[in-house]
């Protein structure tokens, strides 16, 4: 009696080894939060909409309310200072905040409100940069 083979496309999903610029990386894992999957699970996602009929991305996530605002992966949050990109991240989108980042962000507004200071972009980054301060678990985004 013959072995039984195994049916063709049985397996739920290939690994495919993929090289990405560090502003994709980072664009697509704030994608995924919004649509709250996995990185590789929005990569799959954008793959599948890409080759469908109904590439026209309608009903993309938005950075802000409202129409008109700009899709999520357009410029508005990145930038190739970290601090700079965690702010954007904060404060245009603080729901996708992860919980690490919630806490710097909590910490730094804190602070902002103790030493009576405006936030600002300058002020984050004069803190982020603050030898005191570790960031260095937020690193990848992750």
Known sequence: MPAHKKALNTARSETVTVRLDP??????????????????????????????????????????????????????LWDVDEADRFF???????????IPEQRLWKLFTMHMQHTKRKITSASFREFWHDPSINTSHLQDGE
């Open 88 to 98: 954007s991240l904060a404060t245009l989108r603080p729901g996708l905040l992860t």
């Open 23 to 76: 502003k994709l990386h980072y664009l697509a894992g704030i994608a995924a939060r919004e649509q709250v999957r996995t990185r590789s699970g929005f990569i799959e996602w954008a793959v599948r909409r890409t080759l469908s009929d109904k590439a026209a991305m309608l009903n993309e996530p938005l950075v802000g309310d409202g129409p008109g605002a700009p899709p999520l992966w357009e410029e508005h």
